[in-house]
Structure formats: C-alpha cells, structure tokens
C-alpha cells in the first residue's frame, strides 16, 4: 500500500510538470489551418480509463473500441479536483481548475454574495445585512423549482426548463443588487466565448439548465447558440414522451403527479431513456437541424452533450429491485447486485453492463448519423468524462455520515458551509478558527479517525493548490480528502460517489477521433499523463481558433493535447 501511494505521489508530480511545460508543440497559439469543421464533445460521466480497457476485453462496447482503433486514446488521463460535475465540466469548457474558474462543486459558498430572492421572507433581495451565502447551480434554479420562503412542491419537467433569476444567489455590484447569473458566476471565458466571437454556431445539452448556461462563459451569456435544456432531477416523470425526433422515449419507473419521492437517477432505465433525449437532439443537430428539430440551422462547430446513465450504473441500489433499501417490498429481488464492480476486479456489475452497452449504442447512433450525413471525416469526436467514481472496489466502501462535521461541532467551530461526497470542502463562519478547526480534525485522524481522514488542505496547502481563502471568497477554508471508499453520508441508495482527489476518481476515459487525421484503423495509445484541461484548447486547434484566448491557457499554461 506505501508503495502504490508513492507511486501516485510520482504519477501527480509528473501531471503538474505536464501542466507547467507549455501551452502547447504548436507555440503560436493558432492552428495553421483547421483540421475539421466540426467538433462533438461527449462526457460520459463516471467513465474511468479502466472502464475502456474492460469493456473492450469484454468486447461489449463496439463503438468506444472503434473510435480507440481510429483514434488516440490517452491511457492516464485525469480530471479536475475536486472531480465533482461541475468543476469538471469547466475544465472540459475553460482549460481551467478551480482555482481560476471559482467553481468547486455545484453547491458551494461565497463570503460576498447573498441568498436568492426566493429564500427570503419578501420574495426579494437588496444585498443588505451581512454577505455569505450558499451558492447552488444545479435544478433548484429551474424555473419551477420549489421556493425556500413558500415551501411549494416542485413541479420541474424534464424538457424546456429555464432558469428562474430569483432562485440565483445576489451580489452587490456598482450600487446594484443583481442576480449572477450562472455563465457569469464562472470567472473565466470558454470554447464557446471564442466560437461566438468567430462567428460559429454552437450546441450543448447538459444534465440541468444551469450546466447548459454556465458553459456560455463569463460575459459572453448566448455564446451557446442552441442550448439543449433538460432536468434530469425532475420532479415529474411521465410514463412517456415524444422527443424531438419524433420517438416516444418510456420511462418505466414513472412519477407523473410530482408529489413521489422518486428521480430519473433511481433508474438505469429512466436514466438512458433521459439520456436518449438529448442522443437525439444531437442527431438533430448533425442533420443540421436545431436540437429541437424545427429548424434548418446547420450542424455546429462545437456541439456535444453528457451522459448520465454509466454513472448512475456505477452507484445505484435500485430503491425497487434492492431489498435493503426497498425494506424488502413486494417486488424486491433477493438476487439483486447493486451497481458498479465486482469485488477486488474491475468486472462489471450487471446493472453497469447495461448501462455501457447502452451508452455504447446510443454513441454508435451518433457514428451512424455522422457517416450518413457524411461529416464523419469532417468532424473531431472527443469521447471523456468529467469525473470517475469511487470505489471501485466495493470491500472498501465506508459510508460514515457527516462526521467531519460532527468532529468541528465538538470542538465548537461553526460552519457556514459543508459539501461533501467522497471529499469534504468546508467554509467557515468565522476564518480566524480555520486553525482550531484543523487541529481538532488532525486530533481525531490521530485518534480514531472516525471523519476517516486521509489528509487536510488549508492554509499554504490550499493556497498553493488552489487560492488564498483569506483573499477569494470562493476558496474553501478546509478540504478533506478522506480515505478512499469513504462517503460522507449514511444513504443505502449508493455504492460509490465522486467529487474526491482519489485515482478511482480521477483517472477518467479519454479517446480522441479526428475524421481528418484518423480515418484509418490501427490506433494509438499515448501514456504520458495528460488533463482533461487540455481538451479545451485542442477543440479550439481543431477548428483554427486562436485557443491563446482562453483565459485557462493564458493563466495556468494549460497546452493542446499531445498528438492532435
């Protein structure tokens, strides 16, 4: 076990030296000429290298082995950290981490901003009192999400959702209280600032309207030109509906009165019928049609979405098939495995087989489309994921609850702000205890450990890493990276989660195709370790964009991938 640490500690120190060495071989911060006219983006979320390897040998992903025969695959590939949704996605849009972006998790916390409007008494907000404030971009900005202040039921669909500006946080900005508005609530410019500003036409689909706003990039709010808004949260689930295609896409676990406590995510079904949705908005959209279908507006320079249902594969106890967490109902499959892995191997659960062979099928309906509409050898397929999952072996998985929280409350430190997952990020009320906080949480890894610390980031570490709590009111004054398999929560309904610094997290699937460059089979492997960063700039090389004007590869030198 040292040994395999101090081997990870090589492999990292490695990663930032990759980080460091440059923007890019191609110095001049502009392709010569574009090498496609088009690039499709895929996230399959929770996606780990090791998956490919696995279901290649499995010969049970056709399409993923096809685009790595043609393609590049990049073997030690790694995400952001924290490795959450969120701060993923921006680096995949940005070139960018955390500590330029300011995005550490989709719920987090700003010591200048203040509470939405709907989360106060009047309805309204005019930035008095004291700043600091939960930040959350995820479904409760949807239009019709619940409000705080009312207590109403929630009644988000799955299509057509938009953002309510009331359910944003506020902040105080020349004399004006003002809603910040997801783009804007990233700090940074991104693949799609710079296509806007070229004149190209754009597309995304993510998993909440929020993702698919905050894409757009600081400043720039219509830089996604067809934006492909879904919830996959909703609150009401129909037994079925026609999507803009024209099919009629079933969910078989339904929830058609909003008033259940069931999601989309409670189901590998209803997760890759959600997930077909968006599938055939892009299949619009490589028609050269609006993701809608309506209309003709050409097939975008830069278009993609992310898919949800290996990540729900990966963590689900099924709340109907499982009998521990159903209480043993009518129904329940006593045979039942939950998702993810078997055991001390990276074999696939059956609930995770059907979920990469679906996701697999849904891309080679992508391929499909593309050699039919004959873009294929004009278009650069990026295939990766925002973020792994952990554990993969399910013997180590340790679900605590929140007991770093429960460490801080003894020692009489007062939070203003816990995310966690299988990472702890902490905000403190008052940060002049950020020392207190930390010693009690190192008296009890020297103790029982019972917050099952790995190691803590604060002060130096943290500013080192990310930026200066005591200057950006972003940064976390504390992270826990705990030992990994630990998820801080007490919930039956998962096996592994994300968001952490761990390898199971971290080392996610990268395979690049470029019509242009790999139409022929044969493949290759790059081993040097590479950041989902530098996606970035490679979509924007592709295409002949100057990829220098992302803030990402002028702040933090982040380079165009190796090979492309």
């Not at 090589?10 to 990759?18: D, H, I, N, P």
């Not at 996605?89 to 700003?110: K, S």
């Not at 067809?226 to 969910?251: C, H, M, Q, Y």
């Not at 059907?354 to 697999?360: K, N, P």
Request: aromatic share 6%.
């Amino acid at each position: 076990m040292r040994r395999r640490n101090w081997r990870w500690v090589a492999v990292f120190v490695s990663w930032l030296t990759l980080i460091a060495a440059g923007v890019s071989t191609a110095t001049a911060g502009q392709a010569a000429q574009p090498t496609v006219k088009h690039v499709l983006l895929i996230s399959v979320d929770g996606l780990h290298a090791s998956d490919v390897a696995q279901c290649e040998a499995d010969n049970m992903c056709p399409t993923i082995a096809w685009l790595a025969g043609h393609g590049t695959t990049y073997a030690r590939a790694k995400t952001s950290e924290p490795s959450d949704s969120s701060p993923g996605l921006m680096a995949l849009m940005t070139g960018a981490l955390p500590g330029l972006t300011g995005v550490y998790y989709d719920d987090t916390y700003d010591r200048t901003m203040y509470a939405p409007a709907a989360q106060t008494a009047s309805g309204t907000q005019n930035c008095t009192g004291t700043p600091g404030t939960e930040t959350q971009y995820a479904e409760n900005i949807d239009t019709n999400a619940p409000s705080v202040a009312n207590g109403q039921v929630g009644t988000r669909t799955i299509l057509n959702e938009s953002i309510d500006p009331t359910q944003l946080p506020y902040q105080l900005e020349n004399g004006h209280c003002t809603p910040v508005m997801p783009n804007d609530f990233l700090r940074t410019n991104s693949i799609f600032s710079i296509a806007a500003a070229a004149g190209l036409r754009t597309a995304w689909a993510d998993k909440h309207p929020a993702a698919d706003e905050e894409v757009a990039g600081h400043g720039t709010p219509n830089a996604v030109t067809d934006p492909f808004k879904t919830e996959i949260n909703a609150d009401i689930i129909p037994p079925s509906l026609t999507d803009t295609r024209g099919n009629t896409v079933t969910f078989p676990i339904d929830n058609p009165t909003g008033t259940g406590p069931l999601f989309i995510t409670d189901s590998v079904s209803d997760t890759a019928s959600y997930d077909q949705i968006k599938v055939d908005a892009v299949l619009n959209e490589i028609d050269g049609l609006n993701s809608g279908g309506t209309s003709h507006a050409g097939t975008p320079a830069i278009y993609g979405m992310n898919f949800q249902t290996v990540s729900v594969g990966q963590k689900l106890v099924d709340p109907v098939l499982s009998c521990v967490r159903s209480g043993n109902a009518p129904g329940c499959d006593p045979k039942y495995v939950p998702g993810g892995y078997e055991p001390g191997t990276l074999a696939f659960t059956p609930q995770l087989q059907r979920a990469i062979a679906s996701v697999d099928a849904q891309l080679g309906s992508m391929v499909s489309e593309l050699k039919a509409a004959g873009e294929l050898a004009d278009t650069e397929i990026i295939l990766t994921a925002k973020h792994g999952q952990s554990p993969i072996d399910p013997s180590k998985l340790a679900l605590v609850g929140h007991t770093e929280d429960k460490v801080l409350s003894n020692a009489g430190i007062d939070v203003a702000q816990t995310t966690d997952d299988d990472v702890s990020l902490l905000w403190l009320k008052d940060q002049s205890q950020t020392g207190a906080a930390v010693a009690a949480l190192k008296a009890d890894q020297a103790g029982s450990n019972t917050a099952r610390i790995q190691y803590i980031l604060s002060g130096p570490s943290m500013t080192k890493m990310f930026s200066n709590p005591q200057t950006d009111p972003r940064t976390p004054d504390i992270i826990i990276q705990p030992i990994p398999g630990t998820i801080y929560s007490t919930s039956n309904a998962k096996v592994m989660e994300h968001g952490g610094f761990s390898t199971d997290d971290t080392h996610v699937a990268m395979i690049v195709y470029n019509g242009a460059a790999h139409g022929a089979p044969g493949g290759s492997v790059i081993a040097s370790p590479v950041m989902t960063t530098q996606v970035a700039p490679t979509v924007l090389a592709a295409l002949g964009l100057n990829y220098q004007e992302l803030d990402g590869v002028r702040v933090q030198h982040t380079r165009v991938l190796p090979g492309q």
